[in-house]
């Protein structure tokens, strides 16, 4: 059962431009979700979070969305930068105990 | 601050062959640990994870095993590796937000 999925396996933005990536779960019982970025033959590094008592977390260039309702959550980069382009990976947590991952989603920002 | 060390690198190993993969944390008590694997082009997969010394939860069945020897030390093991355990193994501890090791890449031949 993926309780975490980013239907997207891939996307593709200009340089300077907005990157949106999407994760939908289906535990209704997550109450933290996090995002990740992976460069080939390395491990994830954390990028912004958001806790379910939220609906938006910012940091930069990045922006994190939470909509309850549609269980549903966004990853805003702007403006996406070569250097952005990564796997992407959304994760879900309750109580900040076990982690479950997305997919991922490879983002590439063309110069 | 809190670092994490994970080794070897890289592995190649013969079918049939042992595995033991370390990790240990530093700079925190009593994190939550975890074992992941990306195998080629997909997601990451949850294989152990661990609350606590001797505290182990499987999440998938496999030929796999992890233990908890110390607070801050994780291991995953096999007897016995399968082509099909060839991947990208990451260690990773959370409190709040999880932190990843820099990952082994181990082929099975």
């Known amino acids: 059962d993926q309780q975490v999925k980013q239907n997207s396996p891939s996307l593709s933005v200009q340089e300077g431009r907005i990157s949106i990536l999407n994760c939908d779960y289906t535990?209704?019982?997550?109450?933290?979700f996090l995002w990740y970025k992976k460069y080939p033959a390395e491990g994830p590094t954390f990028l912004i979070s958001?806790?379910?008592?939220?609906d938006k977390n910012e940091d930069g260039r990045f922006t994190v969305f939470l909509n309850k309702s549609a269980k549903h959550l966004s990853l805003h980069i702007v403006p996406s930068q070569p250097g952005d382009s990564a796997v992407y990976f959304c994760a879900a947590t309750r109580s900040f105990s076990r982690l479950t991952f997305g997919e991922g989603t490879q983002l590439t920002v063309n110069p | 601050s809190q670092t994490i060390h994970q080794w070897p690198a890289t592995l190649v190993q013969p079918v049939g062959s042992p595995l033991s993969l370390e990790c240990t944390v530093e700079?925190?008590?009593?994190?939550?640990l975890y074992w992941y694997r990306q195998a080629a082009g997909r997601g990451l997969q949850l294989l152990f994870y661990s609350v606590g010394i001797g505290q182990i939860s499987s999440e998938v069945p496999q030929n796999l095993s992890a233990s908890r020897p110390q607070d801050r030390q994780f291991i995953l093991s096999s007897k016995k590796l399968l082509l099909s355990d060839s991947g990208f193994y990451l260690c990773?501890?959370?409190?709040?937000?999880?932190?990843f090791g820099q990952g082994t890449r181990l082929t099975v031949v």
């Open positions: 700079g925190t008590s009593n994190p939550n």
């Open positions: 958001i806790s379910s008592i939220k």
């Open positions: 535990n209704s019982m997550f109450d933290y």
């Open positions: 990773a501890w959370s409190v709040h937000e999880a932190f």
